[in-house]
């Protein structure tokens, strides 16, 4: 499976030979543009239920792409992503009720964090790899879980913990340029936009190239001078700080986080989803985050029981594990790929 | 033997009255008997269905009485459709139900929602979009601390320090331990008002808190045997004060300890759960009327559950509080022009309530206008495990929480 | 305050975390899957024994029929469904079993709900006292059962064939089908086995915690720290690990300061063991 995806970006490879700056900016304009139609198609067309779901929903495939360059690029497992979400938007309401600065500076201040979380967890780790890193990492979200359902989100109290014994809970304000629901949804839809293209670049770019050797194997990256500890690390500060971005967007999405919606099974259903919305397009995080959110979302609007929901999602979780082990976004690009050679076969006709 | 026949012959009547009344008349709306078939008044509600527990109860039996007002004429002819959806315990999706019902859906008024996280998520924009919600069962602080939110329960702090004022009047109670889960706003609100109604009133507690999804439930009950109290109160759903029961049972405490409860426990199935041993050793805070009184309301809402309600709908705490949510509903409602049924006036007549009265609830229940919070229910009756069944043991009294002094002092402003 | 109470109060759920890690070692070991719906298949059992119970049928065949259903989802699963998985990386693998969790948690979601339930055991009633503490019969056969599963799998990997196969399999998948190890039989027996695992497990929860479908469910984590603590090999150490976290998470009960992260314990424990294992290089941390 491994095997398969590598192929998908090394066209772009061979080509860079010749013509090297349009191949790395076209797949990351084309980003710009698939996000520009949808997000603006979702704003067009959804009701206020629709565009809080979808708003969640973009802002979790933010995490989902960190999961995405870990495992599909490096091959580890974290299990603890949505605990990583959950640091983030901790530190973003906590900051943000503390000192109310700008909302991009308490988002900011929560990838920090989160990055430097995964990374102290993720440097001890980097030593693991397979399943005991993700089992590993299972028991920091299980950790999380603990404290987290013992701390609560800040909603704007004092002390530490920043809980509003006394008083009402406050909302962390959304970003003064984006108030209202449309309006955030697309603030959203711009930073997961900018998320995604960061990514996409790193795996064309050098590092993406230091990550494929060091999944070829690690003595075969240390003698091409790759320095394998720096790039890994890398990797996992990356993919932390997205997550916190996510946790800060989806904080401000409601105005405050609840410690109950943080379990350690949240993590796992987290990297099962990575798995099956694709890990190896940058459009499978996206495709994740659908699923996470905007999926349920139907079928709570359809008025299907919750456990139906849930026993449906088991269903279809295995049954894309068991037929698409590239994930759904890998069954689409080689669908578009198929078209794309159908059209080219016939203008050479 | 003669106490088995007794007991017997008591169930026996008790049977036979309930299966009388199953066919009284049902009373709702104008009682014409004449479906309502105007325009539809868009009501809307969040409960939590799905998840630690099912909390659903209060939503359908205030369903039930919808039925039962739009075959009965309904709002001066215009029916109620009345939308409920489930927040599946997660504030992110309470949050996108609360925009679904008042922004597509443009629900008028909320009624009978009952959730363990939708307060927290939805108070502040309840207050924005300028509708009221009359709450089955609220049950953090929030719920209970916000502008435009007024639940028909008492709230657990209300609930457990009227299980206290019992402990203290009745058993003669002088140190207790409070058990309480570790979530903010929740375990150490009810807690606290315990420790300082104990600072008030000179008597010893100690709090514990409990992470709910803990497994090791004897370690809790031995911390708080420990410091050797006369009393334990429980502010723990039921799904958890069942096995800190069993647990204090496996011990032999409830030999020694008398066990009290906020109404979270009260549910009619919990005493025959936990079996014989707590027979007259489990007390448990009612924040309604007895489920099976034969009082006039209660047995109205037996009925309505009866004719218009499901068969496996259960007749529990939480279906009277929707009850009571939606019959206050229809009063607010009744008071308006059919025309003119606009989110503004709607919320204008709810803010108008007051004076409510059910014999479900202790006092005449009132929403309270331009106060900051709403907490009308706050007296409380209570109940005793005994064969199986809960045997109500005490009348009305007022719950000695110190924090409801801004109510009380409303109250009286209202006499 | 007197820490010994806690310690005889850990000793219970100790032993079912024992139980369950090493029903989810032994599986792991020779199939390469780790179970994370091992905690549901448990409480549908028991959710079964407190059906049968609920209409009256005797004890014996409440625990029977726990065991035979846990038994069989089981089976059903590792027979049909893992197969489809087998050439998938571990982790995948082991992602595909919260398939199975979400669906069993949806079938007693719906079948049964949320309500609390308590699954009563005679042996409730009988107890010894130690230091002014209560152990339950309940919790001495779990220790005892727990003590019993491993010497027997113990035995079983030892001296037989089914366990030399399994070893086999452990140690080298493809050399092990070179040399004809019946693979897909070897591997169904050890769905077999950890089924009668989960089954029992999940009746002690039942009986010691609480009946409910996705808190049991969720328990399963705990019982993987156990696992990692065995470094997903051998029975024994996984076996004293399970006790010994559940009475450290008993014991922390008494420390206010750490009393309400005291679930956390086992987790801790797991990373704390992993990081100083592998800080020490002592040992390969390595899949299989």
Known sequence: MNAEAVPMTQPQHSMSDTIRRPTVAFPLLLIVLTMAIFSVAVAFLSNAFWLSACTSAVALSLSVTGLAVLYGQLGLVSLCQFALVGVGGWVALRIGHAYHPPFELSMLAGGVVAALVGLVFGIPALRLRGLYLALVTLMLAGTFQTIISAWGFPDGGPGFLGRADGAGRAMLARPSMATGATAYFLYVCAMATLGFVVMQWHKLAKPGRAWALIRKGETVAVASGVNVLTYKAWAFALSGFFAGIAGALLAGNVGQLDGRAFSAFESLNLFALTIVGGSYNWFGALIAGLLLRAVPALLTDLGIDGYVTIGIFGVALFHALATAPTGIAGQISALIARVGRLFSGREAA | ?415 | MNLLPFLISGLGIGAVYALSGVGLVILYRSTGVLNFAFGAIGALGAHVAWQLQQWQQPLAVAILAAVAVATAVSFLYGRVFAPLLSHRDTVVQAVGTVAPALFLIAVMGVIWGELPRRLQLPTDQMFLTLFGVRLTATRLIALALAILMVVAITLLLNRTRLGLDMRALANDRDLSAILGVRIRYTETAAWVITGVFAGLAGLLLADLVRLQGTFLTFLVIPAIAAAILGQLRSLTVTAIAGISVGVVEAALTPIDWVSSYRAAAPFVIALAAVMILGAMSITTLRDR
């Not at chain 2, 008398?258 to 041993?277: E, M, Q």
């Not at chain 2, 014999?359 to 209570?382: K, L, V």
């Not at chain 2, 809960?390 to 006499?415: H, I």
Request: with cysteine.
């Open chain 2, 1 to 415: 033997m003669l106490k088995i026949l007794k007991v017997m012959a008591a169930s026996l009547t008790l049977g036979l009255l309930s299966a009388l009344s199953a066919h009284a008349a049902v009373s709702c709306g104008d009682n014409s008997g004449k479906p309502a078939t105007g325009e539809p008044i868009i009501i809307g509600a969040i409960t939590g269905k799905t998840g630690p527990d099912d909390f659903s109860n209060s939503t359908k039996s205030a369903l039930a009485y919808f039925n039962c007002l739009n075959a009965n004429g309904g709002i001066k002819g215009r029916p109620v459709k009345y939308l409920v959806e489930d927040d599946q315990w997660n504030p992110e999706t309470a949050a996108q139900l609360a925009a679904k019902l008042v922004n597509d859906q443009k629900a008028v008024l909320m009624v009978g929602n009952s959730s363990y996280v939708e307060c927290g998520a939805n108070a502040e924009f309840y207050k924005k979009a300028g509708i009221e919600v009359i709450a089955g069962v609220g049950v953090p602080r929030e719920c209970f601390f916000a502008q435009n939110y007024a639940p028909t329960n008492a709230g657990p702090r209300v609930s457990m320090l009227g299980a206290m004022g019992y402990a203290l009047d009745k058993l003669n109670a002088k140190s207790v331990a409070c058990i309480g889960p570790n979530i903010p706003n929740v375990g150490t609100w009810s807690c606290d008002g315990v420790v300082s109604l104990a600072k008030e009133k000179g008597f010893k507690a100690e709090t514990i808190l409990m992470d709910p999804g803990s497994a090791d439930a004897t370690s809790i009950i031995l911390k708080a045997a420990a410091s050797k109290p006369d009393v334990i109160v429980l502010g723990m759903s039921k799904g958890v004060a069942v096995p800190l029961l069993t647990a204090a049972e496996e011990q032999g405490l409830n030999q020694t300890i008398t066990f009290l409860s906020a109404a979270s426990a009260y549910d009619l199935s919990v005493p025959a759960t936990i079996g014989p041993a707590w027979d007259g050793k489990f007390f448990v805070n009612m924040e309604f009327n007895d489920l099976q009184a034969t009082t006039p309301d209660n047995q109205n809402w037996l009925a309505v559950m009866d004719k218009y309600g499901q068969k496996s709908d259960p007749r529990d705490t939480f279906a009277q509080a929707g009850y009571l949510a939606a019959r206050i509903a229809e009063k607010a409602l009744m008071t308006l022009d059919p025309k003119n049924i606009t989110r503004e006036t709607v919320s204008a007549a709810v803010r108008q309530v007051k004076g409510f009265q059910s014999d479900i609830f202790c006092a005449p229940w009132y929403f309270g206008d331009g106060q900051p919070r709403h907490n009308a229910n706050s007296s409380t009756r209570m109940a005793v495990s005994e064969g199986g069944k809960w045997k109500v043991v005490s009348d009305c009294a007022p719950s000695p929480d110190p924090e409801l002094k801004d109510v009380r002092a409303f109250e009286a402003t209202m006499k």
